[in-house]
């Protein structure tokens, strides 16, 4: 699992233009899936999914949309 950045994720889908559904749609996700992660209530991602946002954003440096540190799950 990656740890994502879920503010930089935020940030690149609205310099994009998007809402969460277009988004979502984009990187083959669900917008509920989308929305959790945004939310930081998914702080981790699969590599797959993590790829496929990375890819959705255009970033080439896929370490600056990974979290500094672990995200500890919220319970």
Do not use: W
């Not at 994009?16 to 929305?35: P, T």
């Not at 991602?45 to 946002?53: E, G, M």
């Amino acid at each position: 699992m990656v740890a994502i950045e879920k503010a930089r994720l935020r940030l690149g889908r609205q310099l994009l233009g998007e809402n969460q559904a277009q988004f979502a749609q984009r990187c083959g996700i669900s917008a509920g899936y989308l929305s959790l992660i945004e939310s930081g209530h998914r702080p981790t991602v699969s590599p797959a999914v993590f790829a496929r946002i990375c890819d959705a954003l255009g970033v080439t440096d896929r370490t600056q949309l990974m979290a500094d540190e672990p995200v500890a799950r919220a319970s």
